[in-house]
């Protein structure tokens, strides 16, 4: 009989967890026991493997299915339909017959959790690097491989191998409102497998939304069959501006203004991305009056569309008044007596 290992028990999650459930469980127990963060630690190697192969099986809906169905039978199960006779390590045979029967394995040296070595460039490739303002670094050279079954007339099963995709990757990258605006290109460093690095160019369109995710085809992990590379994926973080404040396409900021232009009117120039624009202030706005600038927001992805600019007005207190003029504004205030909260009722 096959030793039985309770998968779920590895990696710490109830047999209904969801597939984020298990992914989010595995990183979490891979990074606490990966060998290069447990050096001369024999057990903590093992445990990484055992970790690694409890992963590789839930993490897929087909094997996950067999597993829980089959129990202790499920590597037996698994392994018919990768070949029989000379195809299988230590010569492994099929000795069971139709569905549901009992079954073994004759030979030696069969060894389903062997995952193989190169943990380090797993650990770089899943966890991903440092990057810089300019560049940001990748890793690679993780890779993972299934099989699948054939019936045979002649032997029962045939062998035949299909390779699985390699591992996606994810990393953040981070921008300013202002590349938003007009789209920006980032340079990033590509580990190989090999350990060679190489240079890619992603271009990030304008309008992108904070939280927003580039897919960059072919450039994730390898497939250890030959198959298909994975994806790397971009996470689009946004650095907060200074002075506009992005809610979806709209941009909103504040305008100071003195009272000679709240009281009289005037022509204020408003910032936007695309260079100052000229406002008309009508005469007697009041401070917190908001000015609407259609079309002067964010670019809308994928359109030639914009977003609106509200300008939300502040009167700004004179400071460094002359002599003269504070006279001037004792003399008014001697014929001023309205009063603002006359008409506040409680």
């Known amino acids: 009989m096959v030793d039985y290992k309770d998968y779920y028990k590895v990696l710490g999650v109830s047999k209904s967890a969801t597939e984020d459930e298990i992914k989010k469980a595995y990183r979490k127990l891979a990074k606490q026991y990966h060998p290069d963060a447990n050096r001369n630690n024999p057990e903590a190697t093992e445990k990484f493997k055992g970790i690694g192969e409890a992963y590789e099986v839930l993490k897929n809906p087909e094997k996950r299915s ?3 169905q089959l129990g202790s ?10 070949g029989a006779g000379a195809g299988w390590p230590g010569g492994a045979q099929w000795q069971g017959t139709g569905t549901g029967g009992s079954s073994d394995f004759s030979g030696s040296g069969f060894d389903y959790g062997d995952l ?19 560049f940001q670094d990748f890793s690679s050279s993780y890779g993972s491989s299934g099989s699948g079954g054939k019936q045979s007339q002649r032997t029962g099963w045939k062998s035949r191998r299909t390779a699985e995709k390699g591992q996606d990757i994810e990393s953040k990258l981070t921008i300013t409102l202002r590349e938003v605006f007009f789209g920006t290109e980032r340079s990033l460093r590509l580990q190989s497998q ?12 304008k309008g992108i939304k904070d939280g927003g995710k580039i897919r960059v085809t072919g450039e994730g992990g390898k497939s250890g069959a030959g198959g298909a590379s994975g994806d790397l994926y971009l996470l689009i973080e946004i650095n907060p501006h ?15 203004v003195t009272v000679k232009e709240a009281i009289f009117g005037a022509a204020i120039d408003v910032p936007t991305f695309a260079g100052s624009v000229s406002v008309k202030l009508p005469a007697g706005t009041q ?41 001037h504004l004792e003399e008014f205030s001697k014929i001023y007596n309205e009063n603002p909260r006359g008409k506040i009722i409680i």
């Open 66 to 68: 067999r597993y829980n």
């Open 194 to 205: 090999d350990g060679k690095l190489r240079t890619i160019n992603v271009k990030i369109p």
């Open 287 to 327: 401070s917190g009056r908001t000015l609407r600038l259609k079309g002067k927001g964010m670019p809308q992805i994928k359109s030639v569309d914009f977003g609106d600019l509200y300008a939300k007005i502040k009167i700004v207190i004179p400071e460094n008044m002359t002599v003269q003029q504070k006279k």
């Open 73 to 82: 039978n499920w590597k037996a199960y698994s392994r018919a339909g990768d």
């Open 242 to 256: 200074h002075f506009f404040t992005r809610k979806e396409d709209n941009l909103y900021c504040e305008i100071p």
């Open 116 to 134: 193989g070595g190169g943990f380090s460039d797993f650990f770089e490739t899943f966890f991903g690097k440092g990057s810089d303002s300019r």
